[in-house]
DNA sequence: GTTTACGCATCCCCG
DNA sequence: ATGCGTAAAC
């Protein structure tokens, strides 16, 4: 087969890259240095060699992302390129699963929990603990899963993780370890996988059972892996029991970017491809395409406290262009007046919004931007949030359809039942405990012992489940017998929004169009979940808008102007930041988030920020107070800046609290709060008028907030610190 | 003993 | 807005 010259597409080393012909390759990239470009020229140069596409196996780090490397591949070397089996190494997982499951003694229909459930059904356990356990400090579901999860996918104990992740859970690790184990055994008779079960299921299989790991790995003559500094041991066992018999294994990574450590993550895993891989070869790419030098000044001079590694040394192809702009401003408010106004003024220019993201460490970081944007009428697109799986009403629905696949998912079956008036807890989980995770069972699921009021429910929900779970039943007519049982409950539960729900559940309708089975639309649901719908403003033409993202969610993509918002300390890096490895995690952050810009580059600092103790004065991220100050332009440094004019009415009142500018410079600076008596202090029974929604009256209060039951618009949570002419006293 | 209602705190990144 | 813990209602 005739392919393109791939000589004249790259520059030497990627060139070198793309067609080494050896045994196991690292390909240390440096941002921006073309890593996804050489990736995607390597699979294809494979195919060019007539190597068959259905052999090479490429694992990336979304779904997308997959997608997008074999779209580009197409184009280089024709159609083919879609026969290349692409995904990420869960999707891998689950499929080689479906078939292989058995062996471990899972259902080939086993089912898989998303975060949430997992974290749920540790929440339940915990209860189930014996009781001198009780009263103890335990760790909340999420650091629950945080703790088992962590344990799972970095291959150590739940001890140990504890010990040295989570001392202050000390007192607690025995119960954790019973709790881990209660969870096991759980899922197990459940017959259902977390996300780290997919991928230990896995490794296990391909461990265990060599007949079989040969098969698999006999499929796959060539493996490349993206993304490699954010796999976990587990995954890096995975590539290494796919690929050590041919030892055509491929990793593309930068150690400098590793920022999944929370997931179980391990940078050491890019470290130690060589050991694992012996003779491999490692190549670097270290021409950088993307940023102008001053750009990339920065980022280097923000990886020059790092722990060393694989000594890269970053080169800016790119000249010219202006140094990135640190800008200080009083507050959060103006902060994002700041970034607003400016690109409200390249979107004035002529820029496309497509070429314009805002990053931050969090997603609420960007709340006062969104405010402005929207009274700009400037449309963005928010990526990072996944509520959309999270919200109640998907999970209920979800439900149904996971049970109808699976009926030993007693997790699902108690939050079923839980929807039914007079069903709580202990009912729901003696009509599970009756059923016993038996089909049979659960088919004649009316004899079971409801009590009460609950009995109304019993034979409803066996005559539901005798139509979806059904062998055979059409996924739309499931999809449509679940809704219409469903919606009832939507009206009792949520009777202010139900309209908006049912629109929300009726998306599934069309999502499921050209799924085969009920089992892979579930799946592909929780391996790659739609993103929430509501953080889209306008809801226009998808690619079309001005970017806000979570650091995390702009990993491997780029912009000619990016915008990071609010690095200060205990914002970024984040408050959660205790250990020295985890604040190395954020310089890492810091360096993804910098290196994204391909023209301009504008940092905000704002000076003040509120936290529940009232206004603080910020540092700089520390990580940016190494960076030497000559590498930025320094706007709107406030020295000796006379006080903000009069009242204003809106931005004004939060603004004219700091009279007497505040000098930028670090060192210890005054705690500039406003004089107590202008917080308006309310208790409860305060009758009150709010700008927006009128007359009410004060239910509850604490500092700069209150619960107020308004004549009009019902209760509401007001949190009046951040704006005090919004509501007053009447 | 269970369920439900209500007040209260919390709100980071993700397959 | 959501979820958790506690108090009132069933």
Known sequence: MKGPDFQALLNPSQYRAVTYAGGPLLIVAGAGSGKTRTLVHRVAWLVSQGVNPAEILLLTFTRKAAQEMLDRCARLVGPEAGKVAGGTFHALANLLLRRHAPLLGYPASFGIMDQDDSANMLAKLKESLPADSKGKKFPKKAGLYSIVSQAASREKSVSEIVETKFPHFREVKREMEELADLYERQKRASAVMDFDDLLRNLAKILGQDEETRERIAGRYSHVLVDEYQDTNPVQARIAWQLGRDSGRVTAVGDEAQSIYSFRGADYQNILNFPTLFPNAAVLKLEENYRSVQPVLAVANAVLRGAPASFEKNLRAVREGGAKPVLKDTEDVTAEAEFVGERIAELLGEGVSPTRVAVLFRASSHSFELEFKLIKERIPFTKYGGRKFMERSHVKDFLSFLRLAVNPRDSLSLARILELHEGIGSKGAESVAAWVGGERENFMRL?????????????????????????????????????????????????????????????????????????????????????????????????????????????????????????????????????????????????????????????????????????????????????????????????????????????????????????????????????????????????????????????????????????????????????????????
């Open 446 to 730: 009316a004899e079971a012992p409801f009590k009460g009021k609950g009995k109304s429910a019993a034979q409803d929900l066996q005559d539901l489940f005798g139509i979806i779970s059904r062998d055979g039943a059409e996924i739309g007519n499931c999809l449509a017998s679940v809704f219409e049982y469903y919606e009832p409950f939507l009206e009792r539960l949520y009777p202010d929004d139900s309209r908006e729900r049912r629109n929300e559940l009726q998306e599934f309708l069309s999502m499921s169009q050209g799924y085969g089975s009920l089992e892979s639309f579930l799946a592909d649901l929780t391996l790659d979940p739609p993103s929430d719908q509501k953080s889209q403003s306008f809801r226009r033409g998808a690619r079309q808008d001005l970017t806000l993202s979570t650091i995390h969610g702009a990993k491997g993509l780029e912009w000619d102007y990016v915008f990071l918002l609010s690095a200060v300390e205990g914002r970024f890096p984040s408050s959660y930041v205790s250990q020295d490895d985890e604040a190395e995690e954020e310089r890492r952050l810091l360096y993804v988030a910098v290196t994204r810009a391909k023209d301009e580059l504008y940092i905000t600092r704002p000076l003040m920020v509120s936290t529940f103790e009232g206004w603080m004065d910020t540092r700089l991220n520390r990580h940016l107070a190494e960076v030497p100050r000559e590498l930025f332009d320094r706007l709107g440094k406030r020295r000796g800046v006379p006080a903000a004019p009069g009242p204003k009415p809106s931005a004004g009142a939060a603004r004219s609290r700091r009279e007497g500018a505040m000098e930028a410079a670090p060192g210890k600076l005054s705690v500039d709060l406003p004089p107590r008596e202008k917080i308006l202090e309310l208790r409860k029974g305060d009758k009150v008028t709010h700008v927006t929604f009128g007359n009410g009256v004060v239910v509850s209060s604490r500092d700069g907030a209150a619960l107020v039951n308004f004549d009009s618009f019902g209760r509401k949570n007001i949190v009046f610190k951040h704006s005090p002419h919004c509501l007053s006293r009447r």
